[in-house]
């Protein structure tokens, strides 16, 4: 983690966040076996895979990568039409939900509108294709996706949905965010399904 001109400020926004996400009541267990609140579990995984590949990453893409899927428990998917329309609209009223939450407590522990709206960008994935610390964030959030969710959603799905989301992860990523990718120690299960994908 970067040390910042006000790292007290910085500190208190990461327990913000954490004291947010500790409230779902959805449980995930770990590879230690310990069970977290699952989104808490994802935030921390989402700050130690960036410390990973970008270890001087700017305060505000550190900020949103705590806070990318904050109480994201409160808007269900099944609160929108389960359709493909229904999924676009269930995650634009994500996206604009967790940048909001994030807004206030930013401000509550002192952040000025400047950063809070950066981070607020971020969040919203404003300007993906042209913003390198958006694609930053972005590979990020594939990387953790394929490291820690990706065998799991694989076993629920049939192999040529699940070989169509690996593309479609992949068309999301930089060059450098598919090296990284490349580097991770899948399970070989997963391993078959991304080498198919990329075939």
Not at 80 to 100: C, M, T, V
Not at 109 to 118: C, K, N, S
């Amino acid at each position: 983690m970067s040390t910042f001109p006000d790292f007290r400020r910085f500190a208190a926004a990461f327990e913000a966040f954490d004291n947010a996400n500790a409230e779902d009541p959805n449980p995930e267990t770990d590879a230690n076996g310990r069970v977290w609140p699952k989104e808490l579990l994802y935030a921390q995984r989402m700050s130690e895979c960036l410390a990973r590949v970008a270890p001087g990453a700017p305060e505000a893409v550190q900020l949103a990568a705590r806070c990318q899927h904050i109480r994201r428990w409160t808007i269900p998917r099944q609160s929108f039409p389960l359709d493909r329309p229904g999924y676009h609209r269930w995650r634009n009223s994500l996206k604009q939900y967790h940048a909001e939450l994030a807004g206030q407590l930013l401000a509550e522990v002192g952040y000025e509108p400047a950063v809070i709206g950066r981070v607020q960008a971020l969040v919203q994935k404003q300007q993906l294709a042209l913003d390198p610390e958006v694609q930053l964030l972005e590979d990020v959030i594939c990387l953790v996706f394929l490291e820690y969710y990706f065998l799991d959603f694989a076993r629920q799905h049939p192999e040529e949905k699940v070989i169509d989301i690996v593309k479609k992860t992949w068309r999301k990523m930089s060059p450098q965010g598919q090296e990284w990718a490349l580097q991770l120690a899948l399970p070989l299960q997963a391993q078959g399904l991304v080498a198919k994908a990329l075939a």
